[in-house]
């Protein structure tokens, strides 16, 4: 079955501090990972996809096929990247997405 | 980037009623669109697959007689929450693609009040 897990659902640091949010996902065949962000009193919106190794707004993740990890990275946390972020990965068949229960990434001043 | 509108953005109705959501893909044409549902402090949870002049695809353990979706046009698709109690408010999400596997964009949100 497919399943996401982002052990954490409340992340607190300091600003200019390290940040990383975990994602474990278990899924047939071979996904393409996404990391979805939401602001406060926005739509959701993308922040990156592993096929694209890019990085966004400081963001970098990293697909770990052994590990079936995607944890989403940033070295210096800015008090704006406050936000939900959502693990998302994606089955080559089709366009729909398995959303992780998100984690609340809280960046104090 | 593309946009992706709902309407409305916020509806309270009285139990038993139904309720139209629009999902609206603004500058592109969009063959499949997506709904979801959000509940609160929850994470979204797909609720069908809304296929353009076909039927939709709806996921386990949702009823395709009380979520009814309509795709009529490349660019509009309809969720109707028919006969709505108040277990069915929630936070009712719309995706859409230009196509292929295409980004996914999503829309605002509507907030749905069944009191």
């Known amino acids: 079955a497919q399943r996401v897990t982002q052990p954490e659902k409340l992340l607190s640091v300091f600003k200019g501090a390290p940040v990383e949010l975990k994602c474990n996902y278990s899924y047939s065949g071979s996904p393409e990972l996404f990391w979805y962000v939401q602001y406060s009193r926005q739509r959701l919106q993308l922040l990156l996809r592993h096929i694209s190794r890019e990085s966004i707004k400081g963001f970098t993740a990293d697909l770990n096929k052994g590990e079936t990890s995607f944890h989403l990275k940033k070295p210096f946390a800015q008090e704006e990247d406050s936000a939900m972020y959502y693990c998302a990965p994606r089955d080559n068949y089709g366009q729909n997405f398995v959303f992780g229960p998100g984690t609340r990434l809280s960046v104090l001043p | 980037g593309a946009v992706v509108s709902q309407h409305p953005s916020r509806v309270i109705c009285k139990s038993g009623t139904s309720v139209k959501i629009e999902c609206r893909s603004l500058?592109?044409?969009?063959?499949?669109m997506f709904w979801y549902r959000q509940f609160p402090k929850q994470s979204l949870m797909l609720m069908a697959t809304?296929?353009?002049?076909?039927?939709?695809?709806?996921e386990q353990g949702v009823e395709k007689d009380k979520f009814l979706i309509n795709h009529a046009s490349l660019t509009l698709s309809t969720l109707t929450v028919t006969s709505a109690h108040p277990e069915d408010s929630s936070f009712y999400i719309c995706?859409?693609?230009?196509?292929?596997?295409?980004?996914?964009?999503f829309g605002p949100g509507t907030r749905l009040t069944v009191l």
């Open positions: 995706s859409a693609g230009p196509g292929g596997k295409d980004t996914q964009y």
């Open positions: 500058d592109f044409q969009a063959t499949t």
């Open positions: 809304s296929n353009e002049g076909s039927k939709a695809t709806y």
